[in-house]
């Protein structure tokens, strides 16, 4: 009976062979004799028959050939390409991270705001080595999304190997349901407003991202900031719809070029809210694919500065075709070209200001970890620190000196602000609390610090915004963004004087 299986396979692929059209110098025909020569050893002479069956055989071999193709091409069953369609969708169960192959290496290419992964410290550029006990090399993207992948409330170890670790760490995260907002806003000093822009997908992105355009010009607003880094990407004719806010109406945002006819296409800017004043984008190299094609456009036009970080370089088409038992093929079919016709793979798009993201020593990143800065403020408030009190925070700048002298300094008696007590105070709990603490270590990481701390407590005083807000501000990048505004309206008001 398995050989009859055999050979009716065989004689399935013999059949085919006529559609297939293949050139008369590549003898697809003298070239499939191997294959159907191994099908028909394999099934009869390997030792685990549960593992010859015809259908996991001809899967296998689909998947092989698809993956000598690049690291974006994959063959998925029927389970891998349902998840493939569900990723459109918004909200999915699994940890929250988007993953890519870089290098040959399964990578983090961002993690999603507000999920498991992003709470626990996962950041883009992590390389994942396991899932659980399993290794990931050669793993293709859409197997290990699928192990990623499960019921919520249950856990899934990926183990994670960092520049600057001394060794691969281990990240234990429950499964959650994964709500995503992709679109954020907020303000920033000198009344510059902000949107964060997580991914181009869902129904109403881009209405989203047009009201928060819009309402910055109600507002007048001195600048815009539209914050891509960590963004991977989504679907194409979403970046050209938040693309026509900023290019005028007819300008073109993004090509594609491929060896089918209907897989080069250009896409026009429809016209939107056309945002004229200054603008900034915030690019890093977890900024993928929709993105870079936003970027790109929106550097050939001239009509913002970059800031940040090369963009990752994700810049191919992948078309989904369904095959006849539900299965599926993710084939790259084409590339993206910005307006000037720079090739966006494997390149990405080079800023125009650069500014290198802050890299968090080794034991700020173990006060994340144990979750130091909320333990340590949730204990100050409960104890009534001066400097937490909502009383005090409201009556004081936060530069504005306490009516205590400074224990450090009774020399010179100089006045101790509420941002130096509330350092001292967790210096002095830091010692207690945190794993294999270094007070010389703790001076050097005093900014970032102090923004933890100061992020924490607004959170706890004033709510999720506020907290949002007074990250987004302690943030070097945000500084370099606000300067680059301050420099463009400088520029504008000079060209209307002349």
Known sequence: MRRTTTLSLALALALLLPALKAPAKDDLYEQLKPLMESLSLIQSNYVDVDKTASKELVGNAIKGMVQGLDPYSQYMDAQSNKDMKEETTGEFGGIGIEIDIKGGQLTVVSPIEGTPAAKAGIKSGDAI????????????????????????????????????????????????????????TSWLDGNVAYIRLSQFMGDTVDEEFAKGVAEAKRRKAAGLVVDLRNNPGGLLDMAARIASNFVPKGGLIVYTDGRIKSQNKKFFSQGGEDWKGPLVLLVNGGSASASEILSGAIQDHGLGVLVGTRTFGKGSVQTIIELSDHSGLRLTTAGYFTPKGRKIHGKGIEPDVVCEEEVFSSQVEEMLAEDAFSAFTKQSIAN?????????????????????????????????????????????WAEAHVKDFREEQFWADKARITTELKRELARRQKGDDEARRVELMGDPQIQQALAVVKVQNLGRARAAKD
């Open 384 to 428: 009534g620190a001066a400097w937490a009190s909502t009383a005090t925070a409201e009556a004081l700048p936060e530069d504005s000196p306490e009516v205590k002298v400074s224990e450090n300094n009774w020399e010179h008696l100089k006045p101790e602000t509420r941002e130096q007590k509330m350092l001292k105070d967790y210096l002095r």
């Open 129 to 184: 080595l396991k899932i659980d006990s399993l290794s990931t090399e050669g793993l293709a993207i859409m197997d290990a999304v699928h192990k990623m992948r499960g019921i919520k409330g249950t856990n899934v170890t990926i183990t994670i190997g960092r520049e600057g670790l001394k060794a691969p760490k281990e990240f234990t995260l429950t499964r959650d349901t994964i709500h995503i907002q992709n679109v954020k």
